[in-house]
C-alpha cells in the first residue's frame, strides 16, 4: 500500500516527460520548416560556402559560391582539392540551358535546363546543402528526360527533427537540428544542421551516411547566406 502513491505519480511523471520531448521535437521542426519556407519562397539565394568530405582514407576540400535568381536563373561555381589533385566545377543556367563545365578535363556540356530548377535547387539547399544540392538536381533533371517529370518533395525527405542543443559557430550563436535525409531508395543519412540564433538560416551543415563499412561524411560551414525576399522585401542574411 506505501507503494501506490508511488505507482500512481509513474504515469503522470512519464506523461510530462514525453510531453517535454514531443515539444522539443515540434521546436525543431517548426524552425527547419520556417528556414525551408523562406528559402522557397526567396527572389534571390546567395551561399559563401567551404566544404569538407571524407570517405575512408578518400576525400577533398572545396571553396564555392552559389547564386539563384528568377526564372530558372542560377549559378555554382566551387575549386577545390580531391586526392591531392585539383578540381573546378561551374554551373550555370539562363534560364534555358544548363552549362557544366568540369576542370579536369575543362570541356563543357550544354543541356535543357529542368522546368522546376529554381524551385528544386532551393529545396535541395535546404535539405542537404549547395554542393550536394546542385548536383542531384542536375542528375535528377536529366533521369527525368525518360521518366517524366521527377518529384524532388518526395525523392529527398527529411524526418525525425531533434533539438541538439545550442553552440557557436565563430562568433555566432545557434540553434543546433538534427534529422534524417532520405535519398529515394537509399538509408537515411544523418544531418546535423546549425541555424542562426537571429536569422534562423544556416551557418554550419554536417551529413553522414553509411557505405558499406566505411561512413562518409561532408561537412559545409556559409560565411554568406542571402535571401532575397518576395515583392520587392528586404534581404534577410545570416551574419558574417
Avoid at 530548377?117 to 538536381?137: I, K, N, Y
Avoid at 527533427?161 to 534524417?180: H, L, P, S, T, W
Wanted: charged residues 30%; contains cysteine.
Amino acid at each position: 500500500m506505501r507503494c501506490r502513491p508511488f505507482v500512481l505519480f509513474l504515469p503522470a511523471a512519464l506523461c510530462v516527460l514525453l510531453a517535454e520531448a514531443a515539444a522539443q521535437k515540434n521546436e525543431a521542426e517548426q524552425l527547419y520548416r520556417d528556414m525551408e519556407k523562406k528559402l522557397k519562397a526567396a527572389k534571390t539565394l546567395e551561399v559563401v560556402f567551404e566544404s569538407k568530405f571524407e570517405e575512408g582514407e578518400r576525400g577533398g576540400t572545396f571553396k564555392g559560391t552559389l547564386k539563384l535568381g528568377e526564372g530558372n536563373k542560377g549559378s555554382l561555381e566551387m575549386q577545390g582539392d580531391v586526392q591531392g589533385k585539383e578540381m573546378a566545377v561551374k554551373l550555370t543556367s539562363d534560364g534555358q540551358k544548363l552549362t557544366t563545365t568540369m576542370t579536369p578535363p575543362g570541356k563543357s556540356q550544354e543541356k535543357p535546363v529542368p522546368k522546376r530548377f529554381g524551385t528544386e535547387a532551393r529545396t535541395v539547399v535546404a535539405r542537404v546543402g549547395p554542393t550536394a544540392g546542385m548536383f542531384f538536381v542536375v542528375r535528377v533533371g536529366e533521369a527525368g528526360k525518360e521518366e517524366g517529370e521527377p518529384d524532388i518533395e518526395k525523392m529527398v525527405q527529411v524526418s525525425d527533427f531533434k533539438d541538439a542543443g545550442k553552440e557557436k559557430v565563430g562568433d555566432r550563436e545557434a540553434r543546433v537540428i538534427e534529422f534524417k535525409v532520405t535519398l529515394g531508395e537509399k538509408a537515411p543519412a544523418t544531418a546535423r544542421l546549425w541555424l542562426d540564433a537571429k536569422s534562423h538560416l544556416p551557418l554550419k551543415r554536417a551529413l553522414s551516411a553509411k557505405k558499406g563499412e566505411q561512413t562518409m561524411t561532408a561537412t559545409e560551414t556559409y560565411s554568406v547566406f542571402k535571401v532575397g525576399g518576395k515583392k520587392g522585401g528586404k534581404k534577410s542574411a545570416a551574419p558574417k
